[in-house]
């Protein structure tokens, strides 16, 4: 049997399945849809995007989970810099009754209902709650790199019954944009929290976004490989039902992560390297 260790190391690369694109406007959704190029009955997420960015800043993301026999979609709203949360958690729900409604590609392609997840970034990792808070059909939520919203993620969180993996950098507290730990604490199912050394949130986004002609921000491999195991991972199990990747998706041992207990005091919990902790002093 595989260890999680060359689990991640597989799942951090594409998957055996071709991927096809589609555009959710043509049913009404602004955004966009990546699926395999065949199958029925199909696990399906949608992902909410984070501040200012858009759905195609995780083209190559949700490309990734298409390969690994996931319909991965995101809506391409809420766009600015004042945007609604309760807005876009409201559009992660219409990018799933779409996902479960139609019939996609060529009509070879279906999503169960059954089988539903919703995973986010930054803004988007939060609205994920919200999202799942309002439905009863969702049976899975990740949040990658939480940020604060209103209303409260954390609030909604406390309802949550499903399970979770919450994602976030070395840095052991919070701050105005982070809501990593508060976010972990407060949910209310079974729940994965793991810190990621060397990481940043800004790693997880793809292609040419506004700041970074200020310098601020930049793709980072590591980052994006290690996330991309552990999500796809953590929704292969939970909405696919695949037991091999039950360890990974869970509090297994992995490379540069640390499972934390949100609950325990800061003094107690694990240890970044002395490198991961420079450079979330300088913000790198």
Same mark, same amino acid.
């Given at each position: !049997?595989?260890?999680?260790?060359?689990?991640?190391?597989?799942?951090?690369?594409?998957?055996?399945?071709?991927?096809?694109?589609?555009? =959710?406007?043509?049913?009404?959704?602004?955004?966009?849809?990546?699926? @395999?190029?065949?199958?029925?009955?199909?696990?399906?997420?949608?992902?909410?995007?984070?501040?200012?960015l858009r759905g195609d800043h995780y083209t190559n993301t949700l490309k990734h989970l298409a390969s690994w026999g996931i319909?991965?979609?995101?809506?391409?709203?809420?766009? *600015?810099? #004042? @945007?609604?949360?309760?807005? =876009?958690?409201?559009?992660?729900?219409?990018? %799933?009754? $779409?996902?479960? *409604?139609?019939?996609?590609?060529?009509?070879?392609?279906?999503?169960?209902?059954?089988?539903?997840?919703?995973?986010?970034?930054?803004?988007?990792?939060?609205?994920?709650? &919200? +999202?799942?808070?309002?439905?009863?059909?969702?049976?899975?939520?990740? +949040? &990658? #790199?939480?940020?604060?919203?209103?209303?409260?993620?954390?609030?909604? +969180?406390?309802? =949550?019954?499903?399970? *979770?993996?919450? %994602?976030?950098?070395?840095? !052991?507290?919070?701050? =105005?944009?982070?809501?990593?730990?508060?976010?972990?604490?407060?949910?209310?199912?079974?729940?994965?929290?793991?810190? $990621?050394?060397?990481?940043?949130?800004?790693?997880?986004?793809?292609?040419?976004? %506004?700041?970074?002609?200020?310098?601020?921000?930049?793709t980072e491999k590591s980052t994006v490989e290690v996330v991309r195991a552990l999500l796809t991972a953590f929704l292969l199990?939970?909405?696919?039902?695949?037991?091999?990747?039950?360890? %990974? +998706?869970?509090?297994?041992?992995?490379?540069?992560?640390?499972?934390?207990? @949100?609950?325990?005091?800061?003094?107690?919990?694990?240890? @970044?390297?002395? $490198?991961?902790?420079?450079?979330?002093?300088?913000?790198?």
């Amino acid at each position: !049997m595989a260890t999680p260790k060359k689990l991640a190391a597989e799942l951090s690369k594409r998957g055996p399945h071709e991927v096809l694109r589609g555009d =959710l406007a043509l049913a009404g959704q602004p955004g966009v849809v990546y699926t @395999p190029a065949e199958g029925y009955n199909l696990p399906g997420v949608a992902f909410g995007h984070g501040w200012l960015l858009r759905g195609d800043h995780y083209t190559n993301t949700l490309k990734h989970l298409a390969s690994w026999g996931i319909v991965a979609a995101a809506p391409d709203t809420e766009r *600015g810099p #004042f @945007p609604s949360h309760r807005g =876009l958690a409201a559009d992660l729900g219409t990018v %799933l009754d $779409i996902m479960t *409604g139609v019939r996609l590609g060529t009509g070879n392609i279906s999503v169960h209902p059954d089988k539903l997840a919703v995973a986010g970034h930054g803004m988007g990792a939060s609205v994920a709650v &919200l +999202a799942a808070a309002s439905r009863s059909d969702i049976k899975a939520v990740a +949040a &990658l #790199f939480p940020a604060p919203t209103v209303p409260s993620a954390e609030d909604a +969180a406390q309802s =949550l019954s499903v399970p *979770g993996l919450v %994602l976030g950098d070395s840095a !052991m507290t919070d701050s =105005l944009n982070d809501n990593t730990l508060a976010l972990a604490g407060a949910w209310g199912g079974p729940s994965t929290f793991r810190r $990621i050394d060397k990481a940043s949130s800004d790693g997880m986004v793809e292609g040419r976004r %506004l700041l970074s002609p200020l310098g601020f921000g930049g793709t980072e491999k590591s980052t994006v490989e290690v996330v991309r195991a552990l999500l796809t991972a953590f929704l292969l199990f939970h909405i696919s039902g695949d037991k091999k990747y039950e360890e %990974l +998706a869970g509090a297994a041992e992995l490379k540069n992560t640390r499972v934390i207990d @949100p609950h325990a005091p800061i003094a107690e919990q694990p240890k @970044p390297s002395a $490198i991961s902790a420079v450079r979330a002093v300088i913000g790198r």
